[in-house]
């Protein structure tokens, strides 16, 4: 099994580090082949804390640098542990991956800044952080193809298994209440637009992106003569850029009322607290809505870790699980590890329940999804989806 060493001493990437590792870990096919090392996960022992992660470099056959704005504490040669991980990855000859986080260099150490620019004279490395703009690569990327029943199903299918999901007690019912942070009818609206309206002698494609702020819904078409924008926002007569297909979409109840859909859209933004859509005309018609970003949400997803997500998929599958089950099935074998990082984080937010509530270390105990986790477990994509 490969080892992958991940850059161990920097304070402000102890997040990252941890989901790098649960992402590793939670994954069927990566964790037959690689493991990860944080230092942080080392117990107690009676060694040179320098000399541990320069030899843990050398175990591994991975090297992953994460760079900030912090440099780290320096050595009386004034080098940081980072940089010094850094080079003898490179002395090594091991593989390495190197990501910078931010765009803002100005506001790195200045040895960040020059070991991100040495870094970049010798592989290619990439930005990471809260993306709000068009970059490559792109996380998730997919073309459809299909009928325009299909198309627009499956891409609002993808908007819908990204964004976040509110699940409620069942104060009020015996239906835990759910509510995704952008209404469905909006998202489908959007994309059905896009679909009937476009300009069919274009060689473009509609475009669905879902940016860290914002969804964009975009198509190579513009307003007839007789629309403006401003008119979108107040009762106007449908004029169809195509008329045959707006009617079929119109018949199959994809589209409920002609010329009402932007009027329905806004409504429908206002209900559930959000900002309106706005839209433009650049180099087509452009659709965007500002996400929710978690405001007045009690409980979301996604996202949710790995390790937690490929629980509620294996409880999906299985219905109920003892933990000797869980890690048979997962091809786990440290109990601890699978309690701290898999059980135990289900448990604390209520998407998994025990059978045996009365007597938590029961023999006999098992686990099953809760109805807030079935509910969860809906929103979150299948293993190889988009």
Known sequence: MEQIFVSSVQREFAEERRAIRDFVEGDALLRRFFSVFLFEDLPAGDRRVDRVYLEEVDRSGLYVGLFG?????????????????????????????????????????????????????????????????????????????????????????????KINLAVGTREKSTQAPVAYEMPLEVVREAVVNAVAHRDYTSNGSVQVMLFGDRLEVWNPGTLPPSLTLEMLRQPHGSVPANPLLAESLYLAQYIERMGTGTGDMIARCREAGLSEPQFALTD????????????????????????????????????????????????????THVREHYVDPALADGLIEPTIPGRPTSRLQKYRLTDKGRALLAAIPKRGDA
């Open 284 to 335: 087509g018609f452009v659709f965007s809505l500002q996400r929710r970003l978690g405001r007045g949400i009690e409980a979301v997803t996604p996202p949710v870790t790995p390790p937690v997500a490929a629980l509620l998929r294996l409880l999906g599958e299985a219905g109920e699980l003892g933990n000797a089950e869980i890690r048979e099935q997962m091809n786990l074998k440290d109990r």
């Open 69 to 161: 704005t912090e440099y780290g504490s320096e050595n009386e040669e004034g080098v940081s542990p980072t940089e010094r991980e850094f080079e003898h990855a490179t002395a090594g000859r091991k593989t390495r991956l190197a990501f910078a986080k931010g765009s803002a260099d100005a506001d790195r150490h200045p040895k960040m800044r020059a070991l991100i620019g040495r870094a970049g004279a010798q592989v290619i490395r990439r930005r990471f952080g809260h993306g709000t703009e068009v970059s490559k690569p792109i996380p998730s990327y997919q073309v459809y193809k299909g009928t325009v029943f299909q198309l627009v199903d499956q891409a609002v299918d993808f908007v819908m298994s």
